[in-house]
């Protein structure tokens, strides 16, 4: 460590050197005239402007790329509102539709139900009709047997117990209420 403090004594000690300069500047100074050079040619060869120029124009793509993006997402929000309309118009609609199909398939459901039931009565009507026809026509048989029975019944008493005489005065009655 002694070494190290020794050798910065040394160094602190030692004569400066002179700075080296040409055409009486300094590097400091070479530099600041570079740059004024530099400054210079840009200014001459209208680089700010064309900078500017091309700055004003990027300015210009994006404040239309902006507006075009607000018009886009403005587009958006109205397709958004209009499906979102949409979409509660088609709940509305399947609503309506369902209560309607309910409604019907009730309206079909009662309408079966009375077609059944007139069917029932209208079979029921006939079945009667049919057991009423029959009744009738089993009472006329009965009726035509009873009449054709009473009728031989009939016509074998008045042949025992007529004769020929009685018979013609019979005739003869019947002849006389005919002419009345």
């Given amino acids: 460590m002694s070494s190290v403090l020794l050798m910065a004594a040394v160094v602190a000690q030692a004569p400066e050197a002179p700075e080296p300069t040409a055409f009486s ?3 400091g100074g070479w530099v600041a005239l570079a740059i004024l050079i530099v400054f210079a040619l840009l200014i001459w060869k209208k680089v700010p402007g064309a900078v500017r120029r091309a700055l004003d124009s990027k ?3 994006i404040r239309d790329q902006l507006a075009e993006a607000e018009a886009l997402r403005k587009e958006a ?3 958004k509102a209009e499906y979102e309309v949409k979409a509660g118009s088609a709940d509305k609609d399947r609503e309506a ?3 309607r ?6 309206e079909i459901v009662a309408k079966a139900k009375s077609d059944a039931e007139a069917l029932i009565q209208r079979r029921t009507r006939m079945a009667e009709d049919k057991i009423a026809a029959e009744e009738r026509s089993a009472v006329e048989q009965l009726r035509a047997a009873a009449a054709d029975a ?3 019944a009939a016509a074998k008493i008045i042949a025992d117990r007529h004769d020929a005489a009685t018979d013609a005065k019979l005739v003869d009655q019947a002849i006389k ?4």
Avoid: C, Q, S, Y
């Avoid at 199909?101 to 009730?106: D, I, S, T, V």
């Avoid at 209420?177 to 009345?180: D, K, V, Y």
């Fill in 97 to 99: 539709l369902l209560e």
């Fill in 77 to 79: 929000e109205a397709l």
């Fill in 150 to 152: 009473a009728t031989k």
């Fill in 177 to 180: 209420e005919i002419g009345r």
């Fill in 25 to 27: 500047l300094n590097p």
């Fill in 101 to 106: 199909a309910r409604h019907e398939a009730g």
């Fill in 59 to 61: 300015i210009a793509l």
